[in-house]
């Protein structure tokens, strides 16, 4: 037997084996389906609204700031640190570098209209990246103007819900190392996985159209909110002990690197929650991995992914009036 062929059979071995066990095949489907749909792409998609969208939304945080609390300095830095610290790594670079656009009117009217526009394309992306995962067809998903009432309610879920889950992050922060300080610790990083399951489902309910059940997307959003604390832990851990002292040598050149890759790495983490909810739900496993021969989820998963690309509007079928028929001519 030449080696080729002896390649050959191994890989259907596995594929087989595969197939027949469950705790393996879903994995593999969960992955199958994250090439299928180039998660990679679309999270380069989002990436890049997010980053377009950030620098506004934090302007007009830092404007709001100096008007409302023109008289609490202290207060309005920790407001803004506490804003800032979902951002582990780039957070206090952040911090220095964006500043108020003034107290005028006009000023503040500016930077509303920037951030609203910048971050309704942020949302747009969302709504257009998660649909195509779930295989839900143009024709069905939200149109104007539900669509643009979808977007910001998108943007507000996702604001409160940082800024609570900061908050109860927070709690736990310089009460010493007893026992006491520890058990606030886990229940306050208990709140804020609470907190943070709750705004990813609502993002992604108000995102995802309603043909998709809203009990569907329970393991995405429990699994991104542990993804977020995740995230934030690791970037805690690195600026501590690896960026210590980087911040001036690196810059601005180090800023924009690091947001992009920190905003790169959640639109990944989240991506996958959501792929491992289609998944699960749909039930598309198993997959072959060595096609052909395929499985009924292969076919199942091909035939969604094409119904997805139906732009063709729905209507209405209506019942044609039957012509009379005609006399025979004699």
């Keep these: 037997m030449s080696i080729g062929s002896r390649i050959k059979a191994l890989t259907r071995r596995f594929d087989d084996y595969q197939q027949r066990h469950r705790w393996l095949a879903f994995p593999l489907a969960v992955w199958r389906k994250l090439n299928d749909d180039q998660v990679g792409n679309l999270a380069a998609l989002l990436t890049f609204y997010a980053f377009v969208s950030l620098f506004p939304l934090l302007l007009l945080v830092v404007t709001i700031l100096g008007i409302a609390l023109r ?12 804003a800032l610290v979902d951002f582990p790594v780039i957070g206090d670079q952040l911090r220095g570098n964006i500043h108020a656009i003034g107290r005028s009117s006009a000023g503040l ?10 971050a309704r394309g942020l949302a747009n992306a969302a709504q257009d990246v998660l649909n195509r995962l779930w295989a839900v067809p143009y024709n069905r998903r939200p149109g104007f103007p539900s669509s643009w009432l979808r977007s910001y309610g998108f943007i507000g879920v996702v604001g409160v819900g940082m800024a609570a889950t900061t908050t109860a992050t927070d709690l736990g922060a310089g009460l010493g190392s007893g026992p006491l300080a520890v058990g606030v610790r886990v229940a306050a990083i208990l709140l804020a996985l609470v907190i943070g399951t709750l705004t990813y489902w609502l993002a992604l309910r ?68 959501v792929e491992v909810d289609v998944v699960r739900s749909r039930r598309l496993w198993p997959r072959s991995m060595f096609p052909p021969p395929t499985t009924p989820s292969d076919r199942e998963t091909w035939r969604s992914m094409m119904a997805a690309q139906d732009r063709a509007p729905t209507e209405e079928k209506t019942e044609e009036p039957e012509e009379p028929e005609k006399p025979e001519k004699r």
């Design 206 to 273: 108000l995102a995802i159209a309603a043909q998709v059940r809203g009990r569907d997307l329970w393991t995405g959003a429990v699994l991104g909110a542990v993804g977020w604390q995740v995230l934030q832990m690791i970037g805690g851990y690195y600026i501590t002990h690896q960026l210590r002292n980087s911040s001036s040598l690196y810059g601005t050149f180090g800023l924009v690197l690091g947001l992009i890759a920190w905003l790169y790495l959640q639109a990944r983490v989240t991506l996958y929650a």
């Design 109 to 118: 009217v500016i930077g509303l209209v920037g951030a609203l526009l910048g």
């Design 71 to 82: 008289h609490d300095q202290a207060l309005q830095q920790w407001v803004l640190k506490s």
